[in-house]
């Protein structure tokens, strides 16, 4: 059996540090950003994310994308 895959949505997470907390532990906050274009590469979003970082008030330490697909028989 065969199986056609789809992407039907994207999402870009940012993750920054914001801290640390009374252990020495990081602290992280995340800013995701919705209805990404599923044909967009990796390589526009980490250009996206790496121009959008100098424009935040915490430092950036991960860039993340999701994407969610629907599986179907063809």
Same mark, same amino acid.
């Given at each position: 059996?065969?199986?056609?895959?789809?992407?039907?949505?994207? &999402?870009?997470?940012?993750?920054?540090?914001?801290?640390?907390?009374?252990?020495?532990?990081? @602290?992280?906050? &995340?800013?995701?950003?919705?209805? @990404?274009?599923?044909?967009?590469?990796?390589?526009?979003?980490?250009?996206?994310?790496?121009?959008?970082?100098?424009?935040?008030?915490? @430092?950036?330490?991960? @860039?993340? &994308?999701?994407? &969610?697909?629907?599986?179907?028989?063809?």
């Amino acid at each position: 059996m065969a199986v056609n895959t789809l992407k039907v949505d994207s &999402r870009l997470q940012l993750v920054f540090s914001t801290g640390t907390d009374e252990d020495g532990n990081m @602290i992280l906050k &995340r800013k995701s950003f919705n209805n @990404i274009k599923t044909d967009a590469t990796d390589e526009q979003l980490h250009e996206v994310s790496v121009a959008l970082s100098p424009l935040q008030q915490h @430092i950036l330490v991960d @860039i993340a &994308r999701d994407d &969610r697909s629907v599986l179907t028989e063809s």
